[in-house]
């Protein structure tokens, strides 16, 4: 999955962290509607590499990830994983369990954008 293919004209591309049976984490793919809006109270923005690079852990909040600069492998404790770019939003919901991990695939930053969701808000998120 690359950034070209992340943007239709009704749609992003997006991957949702979820948690499985036992509380095991894996990833759906599928996209968001565009020119909708979501119920979130902040957000704020981060650019330094977390001590959790490689740590296997949960999202501390249902939130919206929104990656401006850098490449991330993702991992889930169920083997599989997957790439996030710029263009390709990560619906952070695997707030139970051991959790994802995530390293820079490609150079040495991430400047990125996390939206927290309020408890009921639907995250629009829609399964390929």
Known sequence: M???KAETKDYLKAIRLINIENDDC???IGRIPVLRNIKASFFFAKTNVSALEG???P???RQYV???KGKLKFGTTNGETFMI???IILIANDTRGSGHTW???DGDEW???YIPLDDDTDDLFIVD
Do not use: K
């Open 2 to 4: 690359t950034s070209e």
């Open 103 to 105: 390293e820079i695939g």
């Open 66 to 68: 929104i990656t401006l």
């Open 55 to 57: 740590i296997p852990h």
């Open 59 to 61: 999202a501390p909040r």
């Open 26 to 28: 894996a990833f759906e």
């Open 85 to 87: 770019e710029p263009g």
């Open 111 to 113: 400047v990125r954008i």
